[in-house]
Structure formats: structure tokens, C-alpha cells
């Protein structure tokens, strides 16, 4: 089990790093790359369910921050979960636009036998935390966050799929998350 201070250093560090990207530091990049972008590339596969299309919006997303890391404040927000909205509505942005187009072609794409950056990351520690805590929360909130993050689906698609209003959508969001973070900082 990690010390608290451990995960405390966890979250300054990519806040760290994203204050160096702004200042226009390439090796600070490139650690953001080297510590996110497995974690990163497991949202956006869930979201667009292909592995060209999965790194093209991981690719999106790390060209947005490199744009974009002035804007990022870390008094305001988690850095990972910054990072983990940017590359989700990358995905999102992808997989409408690809629902939308009708392929030309239906050449199969060629089989990546190396293991993606979701199956190492399916085997790491903190997946497993993850896990378990998911595990503590009612089924139907437990869906409800995959929906939303896994799936992408958007508030207003939540609701309309269940058929609640909106604000109860948000509000069981919100209240799942906290319940993740509780549990995951009691795993620590």
C-alpha cells in the first residue's frame, strides 16, 4: 500500500510537469506522455472500441495539452483527471464523427499483435484498486460511471437512456466518484 505522501507526489507531479509543458519544456512532455498515455489510451479505447482510432485521440489530447498546458490550473483540478477529459472528448469528438461518415471501403484494419497500453494497464496495481472499489458501489451507479466514462456517454445521454432528469444523473456522477475517491484513498 502506497503512503499517503506517495500519492500526494503523484498528483504534484503532473502538475509539475504540466506547469513545465506551459514554459515550453520538451522532456516534461515527454514524462506526461511516458506516465498518462497507457492509462489515457485505455479511456479512448473504451469510448471509440478501435485501437487506430483509440491513439488517434490520445494523440489529439497531448496535442491539445502541448497547446494548452498554461490554461491548466492545479488549484482548480486533479491533473489526471484534466488530462483523462481532454483525451475523452477527443474520443468522443471521433467516434460521433465516425458514426457519421460511411466507410468508402471495408479493407480490414491489419491485427497489432504487440499488448496496447490498456492490457499492461490492466494488470497494474492500481487497476486492481480500481477494481475492488468499483466493486463496493451499488451495480446501477457502478453502471452509471462506466456508461459515463468508459462508454462516454454524456449526461444528457444518461438520462435520456434512463429516463431520469438530468440533475439526478449529475448528482449520482458526482456521488460515485466521491465514493471512488474515499475508497481509493483508504486503499493507500
Known sequence: MDHPAAREDSKALPAMLIAAIAAGDDA???QVY???AGRLYGIALRI???G???ADAVQ????????NAGRFDARRGDPD?????????RALDIARRLHREVPSDDLPEPVDTD????ERMVTSSDTAALRECLDTLKPDRRT???LAFLDGLSHSELAARLHVPIGSVKTWIRRGLHSLRVCLEGEA
Not at 483527471?81 to 472528448?89: G, I
Not at 499488448?115 to 490498456?118: G, H, I, K
Open 81 to 89: 483527471v484534466w488530462l483523462a477529459s481532454l483525451v475523452r472528448y
Open 34 to 36: 511516458d506516465l498518462r
Open 48 to 50: 471509440t472500441r478501435q
Open 60 to 67: 489529439d489530447a497531448f496535442l491539445e495539452l502541448w497547446r
Open 52 to 54: 487506430p482510432l483509440a
Open 144 to 146: 452509471l460511471l462506466s
Open 115 to 118: 499488448p496496447d497500453p490498456l
Open 28 to 30: 516534461a512532455f515527454r
